[in-house]
């Protein structure tokens, strides 16, 4: 009986789309080309107005600049992915590479304030049951 070979095909990587547009076409529209795409939270603010630090981190962004910023509410538009942002948590900045996937969302998002609680065993004399341990 003869072996069967097959090819294996390379996996393909697909190309990440919002609402059908890839990245490279939502940078390339406008302010009012991306109204009607963006989820409801994000075109109310962008609607009401950005704030002059929101404004200032926007600006320095797209120029380039090393940016560290408090602001987490700022909304991550196409104009963004790929730079890099240090945005507070609270204690330090952590810096942030604003990922494909973040177009709209927030940067406070990527930042998290709280850390993930990883409780340990209990001590001796942290309990009664403790006391009845045998100690090596």
């Known amino acids: ?9 390379p996996k393909r990587r697909e190309e990440y789309t919002y609402h059908g547009y890839n990245i490279e076409q939502l940078k390339s529209m406008s302010m009012e ?9 994000a075109r109310r603010k962008v609607l009401r107005g950005f704030t ?3 404004e200032d981190v926007r600006n320095k962004i797209v ?6 910023t408090h602001v987490r509410s700022m909304i991550i538009l196409p104009e ?3 730079k890099s942002v240090a945005i507070y948590s609270g204690k330090e900045f952590v810096n942030v590479e604003i990922p ?3 177009v709209f969302h927030y940067f406070g998002e990527f930042a998290l304030t709280r850390k993930k609680v990883s409780h340990g065993s209990a001590g001796i004399g942290a ?3 403790s006391k009845y341990v045998p100690l090596k």
């Open 63 to 68: 120029t380039g600049e090393g940016v560290r």
């Open 1 to 9: 009986m003869a072996k069967k070979t097959t090819k294996r095909m």
């Open 100 to 102: 494909v996937e973040g």
């Open 33 to 41: 080309e991306l109204l009607p795409i963006m989820p409801s939270s």
């Open 127 to 129: 309990t009664r049951s």
């Open 52 to 54: 002059r630090e929101e």
């Open 80 to 82: 963004m992915v790929g």
